[in-house]
């Protein structure tokens, strides 16, 4: 009885002006525990009590509500949950829970080891159980999902192939064609997409494939993009439609690997935009339905050829887009997408025009990250490595720190960009390494999916500012397993 009373009690926030002030005088700890704070950078000027809790310290100390504790034995990181484990298990951590206990916490990546330690620290993870994001990561349970939403996917069967022979027959079944994209259920894209149209390309492949429940599609003329959006009680808002920037040679070491977006009011031909948010926003419903709900990415394929718009992948987190989208959402639409998936998990209730909040992201400039791997097959140690901060290129094309910068505020005209490191000096660098991303005005990415000259300089730039020598032959290094969508931010 008296909990029913506590909760008549309770204001239900009626509106942006009033969701707006609640947050900023929001005092339950929220910690962003991530291994830098770049997928929410400047989300702590909206929310009071919001902390970043980083294993990188990407700002030399400089960020007032960046918080890395000291470092202290551990093994060998080998994923992304290894480093959430690590963070909220150190007794610095521990320390900061209990001073201030009912602090919810936030992850990219975690796994039920993450939610046990957090429970221990008297802190509740908020975002969707770990058991549900695994179920929803799978291709295809995307696909089903996908299907029961009205929401489709490109031309597809799924089935099982253990040889070039039952393959074919498995795309006969479903009029595929021969030139084939074969998925696997779990794995970002750029690792677990196969294209096959010969036995030649099946035996490279093979390995990866056999013994696994396959989505088999055919292969379509098209356009790759992400869309972040967010489930909510009052029904799913959508972020800014981008597109990919993918498997440049230069940037990444991974063939049709994920290395930046492109988000711009142009890229896509007319109505494209609106059947993307029209998708996102159905498949978003079926995940509250689903027990999901706060932010999850949707990529996205545009069939170049129709203009169709079909499912891709669902990643049921934060993303690689979700820094461009916490910018926009917030410069141009002054309220960032992220705010409604704190409001699903603080104990708040509260309503909104839902038409109001999404007319605010739809007009906004370009811009592009970059997100900046190491592409030689080498492992060194990194004796030196560019600052976090605002750079430019001057007239002979070379990057050029210019200041200090904790926000992508703090850009000036299109010349500059802000870049933010991840791996420093004393870290080791290795093929396929995050070495750190770029966001700039601009795009970086022409309208026939080439590297502007303007990308190529940047990346050149700040990969030059990179120093590193050879290990010595008597010393190991375990190299963490590859994680090629950005997940190391």
């Known amino acids: 009885m008296a909990d029913n009373r506590k909760r008549a009690r309770k204001k239900k926030l009626k509106g942006l002006s009033e969701i707006f002030s609640f947050l900023r005088k929001n005092t339950t700890p929220i910690y962003v525990v991530t291994p830098t704070p770049y997928s929410l950078l ?81 802190v509740e993870v908020a975002l969707a159980p770990a058991v549900l994001r695994e179920r929803l990561d799978s291709k295809i349970v995307t696909t089903q999902l ?22 074919t ?28 149209k010969s036995r030649k390309d099946w035996d490279r492949y093979s390995a990866k494939i056999v013994d696994q429940q396959l989505k088999v599609m055919k292969r379509l003329n098209h356009l790759p993009g992400a869309v972040e959006g967010c489930a909510t009680r009052h029904g799913t808002l959508v972020g800014p439609v981008m597109t990919d920037i993918t498997g440049f040679t230069e940037i990444t070491p991974y063939k049709g690997g994920w290395c930046g977006n492109d988000a711009s009011p ?3 031909p007319d109505g494209v935009p609106e059947k993307v948010r029209e998708m996102v926003k159905k498949f978003g419903d079926r995940l509250y339905k689903e027990g999901y709900k706060g932010v999850f990415c949707l990529d996205f394929l545009l069939d170049t050829d129709t203009d169709e718009v079909y499912l891709g ?34 104990d708040v209730d509260y309503e909104i025009d839902v038409a109001e909040v999404q007319a605010r992201w739809k007009h906004y400039d370009h811009w592009t990250q970059l997100v900046l791997k190491q592409t030689e097959d080498k492992v060194e140690l990194i004796t030196e490595a560019p600052q ?7 007239e002979a094309g070379e990057a050029e720190f210019m200041r200090p910068g904790l926000n992508i505020t703090a850009l000036g005209d299109e010349n500059e960009a802000f870049y933010l490191r991840v791996y420093s000096a004393g ?35 700040i990969k030059a500012h990179f120093k590193s020598i050879p290990i010595p032959p008597a010393e190991t290094v375990s190299i963490p397993e590859d994680v090629s969508d950005g997940k190391w931010f």
């Open 169 to 196: 027959k498995l795309a006969n079944s479903a009029n595929l064609g021969k030139d084939l994209v074969v998925q696997t259920p779990y794995g970002d894209s750029g690792r677990t997409t196969f294209f096959i």
């Open 427 to 461: 870290d080791y660098c290795y093929h396929g390494a995050d070495l750190g991303c770029l966001l700039a005005r601009g795009r970086m990415q022409t309208d026939k999916r080439n590297l502007t000259k303007r990308a190529k300089l940047w990346n050149a730039g």
């Open 388 to 394: 976090s901060g605002i750079w430019k290129l001057n």
């Open 266 to 268: 142009t890229l896509l």
């Open 313 to 346: 992948e669902l990643n049921p987190r934060l993303s690689g887009v979700t820094p461009p989208t916490n910018l926009i959402t917030s410069t141009y639409g002054g309220c960032p997408l992220f705010l409604f998936h704190l409001l699903e998990y603080l």
């Open 42 to 122: 400047g989300l702590d000027q909206w929310v009071g009590g919001l902390e970043f809790i980083n294993y990188f310290d990407i700002f030399d100390g400089r960020h007032p509500r960046a918080f890395v504790p000291t470092k202290i034995n551990h093994s060998e990181f080998q994923s992304m949950e290894d480093v959430a484990n690590y963070l909220v298990s150190h007794p610095q951590f521990l320390e900061k829970s209990a001073a201030k206990p009912g602090g919810k916490a936030i992850f990219v990546m975690f796994d039920e080891e993450t939610e046990r330690l957090c429970g221990e620290a008297g």
């Open 146 to 167: 996908g299907n029961e939403a009205g929401v489709a996917s490109a031309p597809n069967v799924m089935g099982y192939a253990d040889s070039y022979e039952e393959l």
